[in-house]
């Protein structure tokens, strides 16, 4: 790091930072707050000050349902927003000051995926995702290496992150705002607009309304359609998904016959396009069979990893097309910052969601919310700005 006294260059040297952070030991245990190390920024890395995240339900799956249990101690994390502390050697995008978002899908730019418009996927994230976490690591906590959480780690005061993994934004942008775009605002809404590509004048079901669910009639909103059935077998949920554009709502406990039976009926054979945001392999089948036959699109967008999804093949020979959506189909180091720009615009709704704010010092107090459906997102303060 270098400082320009009196016309002469000042180099620097990186410092260890000691700071506060929510680390999981384990799995099924409530974080602890911790005292740790987090390491000066390596080459092409990026040591960011974390102001604000918010409580995703990956973070929940990994902590309670995932199977992997190789992934503790690690620090969970990776919806935020935050200010660039110092920056690595070889770095040029960014610079102390630069405010951002951490993305947990990596653009390195330079892959045959990045140069493809026909996806978001990086060959990058791929190889990174098969490596042991803690060699991109930075963390420290009672002489035991801490594992980084999807490239993140933002349940901590600061974090070191690849350039990849990091989206300079509008400065003029509230970063206890912006930090719901680092994962579940992107995802639901992309997955409408970049995956299905829902239309004008059709005729949407969105399945699930936690924050990605609401995103996704967001995203149909934006996208034209003429009706948005909300399906949540939570009936205190509608008045909320109204304010984001749903015009109907659907509890399957209300009827004694299949949803994707009773959407049929609602919508003379069935929707244009149905999401999937729950990561239920079960409402993932109903969700395909509430697509009208011929031209219907249904959209996986709820994350698992637990159980295989089925359907019968007539399903799809009968025209319906069943995909998948990850981060909304967003290329994350381009997209963040034009959801940014549009959220500062009054084109996509941001504090709608948050439901709740609370201090890092309370994520089992979040996490507890989250569990029991108390919550849409919970924005935690990590450090003043």
């Excluded at 929707?271 to 993932?284: I, T």
């Excluded at 910052?337 to 089992?364: G, R, S, W």
Aim: proline share 5%.
């Amino acid at each position: 790091m270098t400082l320009v006294d009196n016309f002469n260059i000042v180099t620097l040297p990186f410092k260890v930072i000691k700071c506060k952070a929510a680390v999981a030991w384990e799995s099924r245990k409530p974080l602890v707050i911790e005292e740790i190390e987090v390491a000066p920024p390596q080459a092409n890395e990026v040591r960011v000050k974390i102001v604000a995240t918010s409580l995703c339900h990956s973070d929940l799956y990994f902590l309670y349902e995932s199977l992997d249990k190789s992934l503790f101690p690690t620090i969970l994390g990776h919806e935020a927003a935050g200010i660039v502390e110092s920056v690595g050697p070889g770095v040029t995008e960014f610079q102390p000051g630069d405010k951002v978002i951490p993305l947990c899908l990596l653009q390195c730019g330079e892959c045959r995926f990045c140069k493809s418009p026909k996806t978001n996927r990086c060959e990058e994230a791929m190889k990174r995702r098969v490596q042991k976490s803690t060699e991109h690591s930075r963390f420290t906590c009672k002489g035991q290496k801490l594992q980084q959480f999807m490239g993140t780690s933002t349940f901590s005061e600061y974090t070191v992150m690849n350039q990849m993994a990091v989206a300079k934004i509008d400065p003029a942008a509230p970063l206890d705002k912006v930090c719901l775009l680092g994962c579940g605002v992107c995802t639901g809404y992309g997955a409408a607009v970049n995956t299905a590509k829902v239309e004008p004048g059709s005729t949407c079901a969105v399945f699930g309304l936690g924050a990605v669910g609401l995103a996704a009639v967001m995203g149909c909103k934006a996208a034209g359609a003429k009706r948005i059935i909300a399906v949540d077998i939570n009936p205190d949920k509608f008045e909320k998904a109204k304010v984001f554009g749903a015009t109907e709502f659907v509890n399957p406990k209300d009827h004694n016959k299949p949803i994707n039976e009773v959407l049929a009926e609602m919508t003379n054979g069935g929707v244009d396009y149905s999401l999937e945001c729950v990561g239920n392999v079960a409402v993932m089948r109903s969700a395909l069979e509430s697509c009208i036959k011929g031209w219907g699109v249904s959209v996986l967008v709820g994350w698992t990893d637990l159980h295989d999804f089925a359907a019968r093949p007539i399903q799809l020979i009968a025209g319906r097309t069943w995909k998948g959506s990850l981060f909304g189909g967003f290329k994350s180091k381009d997209g963040v910052p034009e959801m940014v720009k549009a959220y500062l615009n009054k084109k996509v709704k941001l504090d709608e969601f948050i439901t709740h704010k609370m201090t890092l010092d309370q994520v089992n107090d979040a996490i507890e919310l989250m569990k029991h459906g108390k919550c849409i997102r919970t924005v935690l303060s990590v450090s003043p700005q």
